[in-house]
Each structure stands twice: as structure tokens, then as C-alpha cells.
């Protein structure tokens, strides 16, 4: 079962940031926040991970709480492309590199 | 990162017949994994593929509706077996490589979608 509650969607406007927000309160302390997403028809795209410290790339960042029971991943300047499915998901050596998907957050970004 | 492809990419088929899905990866990965999505679902994972070793089924999975050959390093097949109207899913396989820093991340084929009819 998937660990991570996730709103089922969200919508914000084009240009605008994307926050999008996810509930990991039972995390164990080896497990990682990663951020995967899949746009209509394609497979998964990892965006981005981390562990305790925040962390940011070309694509988003990720703020995780200091309790590290929650996260969030912001999308800072959302485009139309960015519409997809988001997923949240713990990753820890008890899991190997096995992925479970939770039911994610269907994100649309209005024009 | 890594570059996997998959054939076919779609196909139509009649219940009762079987389908091999084909996976290849353009780099030697240890590791294979065949994920399930079905229509308006998330992902679910339906073995992971060693090769040299049978395949490691998850709960609800099983080796003969589901067969798996893993030859060599870079490429794997997953055989739907026996197909009905509810095997109609996205079948996609799933590698983990490595980003520098020695952390990995799972890269994903483009998904094979299939519809038994």
C-alpha cells in the first residue's frame, strides 16, 4: 500500500506557481520523498527527490518538513506542459528500488 | 539517463491469445520491473526481473498468467497469457539508474497499451 496521501487534484493558472502537497506521516527515517510524474500516455518522468534537506533543480523544488511527515513540490512558473498526473512516493532500502504508486494528483494548468 | 523502448507500443487482441511485450534498455541494468496500469488507475508493479534468476512476483501476480525472460542485461519480455477484457492495461517496464552522487532513480518506457477484446 502506497504510504502518501495526496489531494486527488489541483488546478492553477498558467504562469503561476504549483504547489502541490504530500501527507507522509509513517515515513521511516532511511525512506526518501521522490516526485515522479506522468503526462496523458506517457511513462512516469522523474522530477525530483530528497531526503531531509530542500531541494531544487531545473524542474521544481521540493520543501520537506522538519518533522519530514509532509512535502511539497512546486512547480515555480507552471506551464500548459505541466498537466499530469503527480505522484509522491518513499523510497527506502526496505523497498529496494520497487516503486508504489499511490492515486497521485491530477494537476491542470489553466490558460 | 537511460533510454528504454518498448514493442509493441499498441496492439489489439482477442481473448484467449497470449501477447509478449519487449522491453529493451540502452545500458546494462541489473534490475528490470514490469508495472501494470490500468484504465483510470495508478501504477502497480508486477515483477521485478533479475537476470539469470526467475522473476520476483508481486502479491496478486502470477508466473503463468504473467511469464517473464530476461536474457541478458538490457532487454526483457513480459507475456501477457490468456488475455481478457480485463487484462486491457499499459503494460510498462522500469529501470533503476544511477544520477551521480551514487543515488539512482527509476527511468520508464514509453508503455505498451493494450485492449482485449
Known amino acids: 500500500d502506497a504510504k502518501t496521501t495526496q489531494p486527488p487534484s489541483m488546478d492553477c493558472a498558467e504562469g503561476r506557481a504549483a504547489n502541490l502537497p504530500c501527507n507522509h506521516s509513517t515515513i521511516s527515517g532511511n525512506e526518501y520523498v521522490y516526485w515522479y510524474r506522468q503526462i496523458h500516455s506517457q511513462g512516469p518522468q522523474y522530477i525530483i527527490h530528497?531526503?531531509?534537506n530542500n531541494e531544487t533543480n531545473e524542474m521544481a523544488s521540493l520543501i520537506i518538513t522538519e518533522d519530514r511527515k509532509s512535502s511539497t513540490l512546486i512547480l515555480p512558473h507552471a506551464t500548459l506542459r505541466d498537466t499530469a498526473v503527480y505522484y509522491c512516493i518513499l523510497v527506502g532500502k526496505s523497498s529496494g528500488d520497487k516503486l508504489t504508486f499511490g492515486t497521485g494528483t491530477r494537476l491542470a494548468v489553466r490558460p | 539517463s537511460a533510454v528504454i523502448s518498448q514493442k509493441p507500443s499498441r496492439d489489439i487482441c482477442q481473448r484467449g491469445t497470449s501477447l509478449t511485450i519487449q522491453c529493451q534498455v540502452d545500458?546494462?541494468?541489473?534490475?528490470m520491473f514490469w508495472y501494470r496500469q490500468q484504465p483510470g488507475q495508478s501504477l502497480t508493479l508486477i515483477a521485478t526481473?533479475?537476470?539469470?534468476?526467475?522473476?520476483?512476483?508481486e502479491s496478486g501476480f502470477v508466473i503463468d498468467k504473467f511469464p517473464i525472460s530476461r536474457p541478458n542485461l538490457t532487454f526483457s519480455t513480459l507475456t501477457v497469457s490468456n488475455m481478457s477484457p480485463e487484462d486491457s492495461s499499459i503494460y510498462l517496464c522500469?529501470?533503476?539508474?544511477?544520477?551521480?552522487?551514487?543515488?539512482?532513480?527509476?527511468?520508464f518506457g514509453p508503455g505498451t497499451r493494450l485492449l482485449v477484446l
Open positions: 522500469s529501470v533503476p539508474h544511477p544520477r551521480g552522487g551514487g543515488e539512482e532513480t527509476q527511468y
Open positions: 545500458s546494462q541494468v541489473t534490475m
Open positions: 530528497g531526503l531531509k
Open positions: 526481473a533479475n537476470q539469470g534468476s526467475e522473476a520476483t512476483y
